[in-house]
């Protein structure tokens, strides 16, 4: 049989168990056992300069329909084919990858057909959701992290907020070209909140943002609201007004927006950043924000892949947790600002 022919009948097969019939099912264990003994790529007369052993290991996850449909007994609050097609797809993936890198180096002619055929049956099998999106899973732990920050409603817990900063900033990096100068800037600051948040760490003592805010102050590092350069106070107020530009920037993602990014990110820029920006940085920053995406380009940004493989179900589900972000922003922010505000200690020089 044909590599082509091959891959049309698992295509074909699949589509037919994704209407979830359990015989469907555990075909498709079947066809991809075959498929992972590497018998299509023989039968296609293909020998590949790797141990097909070594793939069929990396692909150990894989388990037979016995094994599988006892698991399932078990784990029977997930849907048992999105749960099947989850793994074979990622199955697929890692092993179409090591085909694609491996072959490669050898075998180009043979390489660009191989990847052709895994590109297509990739491609159909991301019509189903799936949840083994590393960078999903980096938008949930930011969503996690920032839910705990805020306590009773005022408290704003400061060892939670760094580290909901940490796991933010990743993901601001992953964000591209446009917020390169967003991640360097919030990362100099929470360097400068996480270097006093270390030094206090031992004596428990500013677990709180006015209790870590009212430190500084005793210590005399402030003059008034004319706050320390590198002191933390300094870090948080300016870490404070980049998620509140962000905050705006995100939400024009959502789908009640109308406004590009880039329209939202100029916008939040005049609101929340300028009035504080000295002449240098009022040219650079919105120089590094014109590079802003497209939405779509953006969002799969978000979700840590390329724009080609969003698809409705992705965008749905990455959205929907920027939304929940900019959810439990809003009142934290204002927690934040409020704590500035009655501290007396909102700097709002030009800087
Ligand atoms: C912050 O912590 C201090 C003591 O550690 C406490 O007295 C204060 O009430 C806390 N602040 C808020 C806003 O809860």
Not at 54 to 59: F, P, Q, R, V
Not at 144 to 150: H, Y
Not at 201 to 212: A, E, T, Y
Not at 325 to 333: D, G, H, Q, S, T
Request: overall charge positive; some cysteine; glycine content about 6%.
């Amino acid at each position: 049989m044909e590599l082509r022919q091959f891959i049309n009948s698992i295509n074909s097969e699949l589509y037919r168990a994704s209407k979830a019939s359990r015989r469907g099912f555990i075909k498709i264990g079947f066809i991809t056992l075959i498929l992972l003994a590497g018998k299509s790529l023989t039968e296609a007369r293909i020998s590949l300069p790797f141990s097909l052993r070594g793939g069929y290991i990396a692909l150990s996850s894989y388990t037979s329909p016995m094994y599988e449909h006892k698991q399932r007994k078990r784990n029977n609050h997930i849907n048992p084919v999105l749960y099947r097609l989850d793994q074979l797809q990622n199955s697929l993936s890692l092993m179409g990858s090591r085909i694609q890198s491996e072959t490669y180096k050898h075998w180009t002619g043979i390489a660009s057909h191989v990847e052709k055929e895994w590109s297509k049956l990739a491609k159909f099998l991301k019509l189903f959701p799936t949840r083994q999106k590393a960078s999903i899973h980096r938008l949930d732990d930011v969503l996690t992290s920032f839910k705990s920050v805020l306590r009773n409603g005022k408290e704003v817990d400061i060892s939670q907020l760094l580290k909901a900063c940490r796991a933010h900033l990743t993901l601001v990096k992953s964000g591209g070209a446009a917020l390169r100068l967003v991640a360097k800037d919030m990362e100099n600051n929470l360097q400068k909140a996480e270097a006093l948040h270390s030094q206090l760490r031992k004596s428990n003592k500013g677990q709180n943002l006015s209790s870590m805010l009212s430190i500084e102050r005793e210590l005399g590092l402030h003059n008034g609201n004319i706050l320390k350069d590198d002191s933390a106070a300094m870090g948080l107020l300016w870490i404070r007004r980049s998620l509140t530009f962000q905050m705006d920037l995100y939400s024009s993602l959502l789908p009640s927006s109308t406004k590009s990014p880039s329209d939202a990110a100029m916008e939040a820029y005049n609101e929340h950043l300028l009035p504080y920006h000295g002449w240098m940085l009022q040219k650079i920053f919105p120089m590094s924000l014109s590079q802003m995406p497209e939405k779509d380009v953006f969002i799969a940004k978000f979700g840590g892949m390329e724009r080609q493989y969003l698809n409705e179900v992705y965008e749905k589900e990455i959205v929907g947790k920027l939304s929940d972000l900019v959810r439990i922003w809003e009142p934290l922010i204002s927690a934040w600002k409020e704590e500035f505000e009655r501290m007396d200690m909102e700097d709002v020089r030009r800087a």
